[in-house]
């Protein structure tokens, strides 16, 4: 046996909101459409902050929250596909701006969507072998740079924030099983990168992406209890990546899941990729509807394509 547990969680949004309303100025649509089809009223945006500052701000938060010195830990990794900088890292930021010891081992890892799920499983490997066994895994994203404001099917769904976790290895954890995949395809959701003249851009074919995601987030659940040997009872929380309230809502049906055992924040948040999922745990510990001893499942999808789910615990 050897595994992780959630010490401590944080997250930060930039205060700037943009609304639907906000919306119906730019392009030809409607707060109905939008909360109709999508379950989001506003999205955080950043004006002045940096990609950089809002991974302090969640980072900061998790290790007090966690009461964990930066000195204690002995990685930091960041899931995340919109940095500041392709180099440095947004890890090696975090680094310098938490002042974590010179020898932690940062670096970034884009999962998209399913980034924080790939960064948990990578922290709990990585911390096996590491002389600190304290971790922090941050997700974070600035979607708003790279909306493409022409096309009305995908500026209206993403938004900013940054969700950090301070994880813990031990010999007498539990693993958390992570269940990570993904079907290379390059053509119906992503951002352009180095292979495009222009500057980069979301694109998405949201019709086949939203089939995609009913089918991957029901076959997640299914094979990640039988891998830990359990069942949908044996969950005290449900976390899904926040990407559409009918995507959830469809699982929730299928499971029967109450309502106490799931919480949705796309209303506030809009579809925020990698940061979403911490940033709905740490939203949960803060109220106190998850702490010591919860078992959390937690299941992502996204560009990629790639899915993911865990089955973690809170320490
Ligand atoms: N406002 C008003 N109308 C809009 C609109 C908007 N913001 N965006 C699209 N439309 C229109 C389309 O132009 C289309 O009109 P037409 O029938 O006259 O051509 C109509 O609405 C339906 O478009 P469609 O793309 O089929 O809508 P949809 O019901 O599939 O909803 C999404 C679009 C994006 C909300 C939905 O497909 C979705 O959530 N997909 C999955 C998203 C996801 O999970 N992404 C992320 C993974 S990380």
């Given at each position: ?112 969507c399913?980034?924080f ?22 997700g ?21 924030a940054?969700g ?77 990546h926040q990407a ?25 948040y809009?579809n925020t990729s990698a940061a979403s999922i911490p940033t709905v ?19 992502g ?15």
């Amino acid at each position: 046996m050897s595994g992780i547990k959630i010490c401590g969680m944080g997250h930060y949004a930039p205060p700037k909101l943009m609304t639907n309303e906000d919306l119906t100025k730019i392009v030809d649509t409607s707060d109905e459409w939008i909360t109709t089809r999508t379950g989001i009223k506003t999205r955080h945006h950043c004006v002045e902050e940096t990609h950089a500052d809002m991974c302090r701000e969640a980072a900061r938060m998790a290790l007090k929250n966690a009461g964990v010195a930066p000195e204690e830990i002995g990685a930091c990794i960041v899931a995340t596909l919109t940095p500041d900088y392709l180099a440095p890292s947004a890890a090696c930021l975090v680094q310098r701006d938490v002042g974590l010891p010179n020898d932690t081992v940062c670096f970034d890892l884009n999962g998209a969507c399913s980034g924080f799920l790939f960064a948990m499983h990578t922290m709990e490997c990585l911390l096996a072998a590491s002389p600190r066994k304290y971790g922090l895994v941050i997700g974070a994203e600035m979607l708003s740079r790279f909306i493409n404001w022409q096309d009305r099917g995908t500026c209206v769904l993403f938004g900013d924030a940054a969700g950090a976790a301070v994880v813990e290895w031990s010999e007498e954890y539990e693993s958390i099983h992570a269940l990570l995949g993904c079907h290379g395809d390059s053509d119906m959701l992503g951002v352009t990168g180095a292979g495009h003249a222009d500057p980069p851009q979301i694109f998405m074919h949201g019709q086949p992406v939203f089939k995609f995601a009913v089918t991957a987030v029901p076959w997640c659940i299914d094979q990640v209890l039988a891998r830990n040997g359990r069942t949908v009872d044996d969950v005290d929380f449900f976390v899904f990546h926040q990407a559409n309230a009918r995507i959830i809502d469809l699982a929730v049906r299928k499971y029967r899941i109450p309502e106490e055992k799931y919480y949705k924040n796309i209303e506030r948040y809009g579809n925020t990729s990698a940061a979403s999922i911490p940033t709905v745990l740490s939203e949960l510990a803060q109220q106190g509807r998850v702490g010591s001893g919860s078992r959390v499942l937690l299941v992502g999808f996204g560009g990629g394509l790639t899915w993911g789910a865990a089955l973690v615990e809170f320490k």
